[in-house]
């Protein structure tokens, strides 16, 4: 069983519509990312988080530490929005655990 | 700007050769890691270290070898012993100081794409 599963693995989406994907990890974590994978291949990340919510334009993460569960909603979307998310989490040491992505295509 | 440039971007091998892709950062970060990206999976973890001269295995590290010579530089060696090394490979560093300096955050390079014919 991976420590980190996400949902869903492909999302088509209309241009403008809200957009959420989950994340669930099965592990004891310091925090848990959101990367953003376009087709070129480079990994950025989106966000860091421990507790609560943040936000990013029209991008917004939250976490449920007692659930283990993470979501990265999208408002809004539009077509650059297409590319492949990806929850990780990092534990202490050097161990990052990655899910295996949602890739999203955001159709005009 | 500070970041990670890695190259070449793709490489194509033949069959029983050594090949070694670069990974240079100019982010002053004491680790860097190398990940496999293969289609349907999560990254996997190759070799990373902590500082210069040290280094350690990661889950698949069978078939690669690395180097840490100086802080910015960690090539990463695929060797003929690699049975499936048709892959894409990312490099990545980070800070090691506390949560203040990013720590916890992944810099990672634009990839390099291995192919072997």
């Known amino acids: 069983k991976n420590e980190v599963e996400q949902s869903p693995q492909n999302l088509t989406a209309q241009e403008g519509e809200f957009i959420t994907i989950n994340c669930s990890y099965s592990?004891?974590?310091?925090?848990l990312h959101w990367l953003q994978q376009h087709p070129g291949g480079g990994i950025v990340s989106l966000f860091m988080l421990s507790s609560g919510k943040k936000k990013h334009g029209r991008l917004i993460a939250t976490i449920n530490i007692q659930e283990k569960h993470s979501s990265l909603h999208i408002t809004a979307s539009h077509p650059r929005d297409s590319a492949v998310y990806i929850c990780a989490v990092s534990r202490t040491g050097n161990q990052f655990y990655f899910g295996t992505g949602t890739s999203l295509t955001v159709i005009p | 700007d500070g970041g990670i440039t890695q190259s070449p971007k793709y490489l194509f091998r033949k069959e029983g050769q050594n090949v070694t892709l670069s990974c240079e950062q100019n982010l002053n970060h004491d680790a860097m890691y190398w990940y496999r990206q293969d289609p349907g999976q999560g990254l996997r973890l190759i070799y990373y270290?902590?500082?210069?001269?040290?280094?350690q295995k990661g889950d698949i590290a069978e078939g690669y070898s690395v180097s840490r010579e100086k802080k910015e530089s960690f090539p990463l060696t695929v060797t003929s012993a690699q049975k499936n090394p048709t892959a894409f490979y990312l490099c990545a560093s980070r800070p090691t100081g506390g949560a203040a300096s990013g720590a916890n955050v992944l810099t990672f390079g634009a990839g390099s794409r291995l192919t072997v014919l």
């Open positions: 270290s902590q500082i210069v001269n040290d280094f």
């Open positions: 592990v004891g974590i310091s925090a």
